[in-house]
């Protein structure tokens, strides 16, 4: 999973670069992106936003079961809740991040 969305990242960081740069790549990228718009476009931005939420929900439904597991037992914590809470945080985070460049690229773009 953090292999996608740190793969994600890195093609919203090209995106941006491409962007602040005026190259014929730039042209050729918005006229993609306009071409993607059109029609189904934006149902599959908002299934795919939709999709991201509800796993990051899940993720953050972990982390709050394990927090909730840690501080029943009495306040110590195993080393494998340790090592999934770190990851559970690091996966949200970077849901949390990602969803959020996301939107406001599609916000900026579409002004």
Same mark, same amino acid.
């Given at each position: !999973?953090?292999?996608?969305? =740190? +793969?994600?990242? =890195?093609?919203? !960081?090209?995106?941006?670069?491409?962007? $602040? =740069? %005026? +190259?014929?790549?730039? %042209?050729?990228?918005? !006229?993609?992106?306009?071409?993607? %718009?059109?029609?189904?476009?934006?149902?599959?931005? %908002?299934? $795919?936003?939709?999709? $991201?939420? $509800?796993?990051?929900?899940? #993720?953050?439904?972990?982390?709050?079961?394990? &927090? +909730?597991?840690?501080?029943?037992?009495?306040?110590?914590? #195993?080393? #494998?809740?340790?090592?999934?809470?770190?990851? &559970?945080?690091?996966?949200?985070?970077?849901?949390?991040?990602? #969803?959020?460049?996301?939107?406001?690229?599609?916000?900026?773009?579409? =002004?």
């Amino acid at each position: !999973m953090i292999q996608l969305l =740190f +793969t994600l990242i =890195f093609a919203e !960081m090209a995106l941006i670069i491409i962007f $602040v =740069f %005026k +190259t014929p790549l730039r %042209k050729l990228v918005i !006229m993609g992106l306009d071409r993607v %718009k059109r029609g189904r476009g934006p149902l599959i931005v %908002k299934t $795919v936003a939709g999709t $991201v939420f $509800v796993v990051m929900m899940s #993720t953050i439904y972990s982390v709050a079961s394990i &927090h +909730t597991r840690w501080v029943d037992e009495g306040g110590d914590i #195993t080393p #494998t809740d340790q090592i999934l809470l770190a990851q &559970h945080l690091l996966e949200a985070s970077l849901m949390g991040n990602q #969803t959020l460049i996301f939107c406001l690229s599609n916000l900026v773009y579409q =002004f």
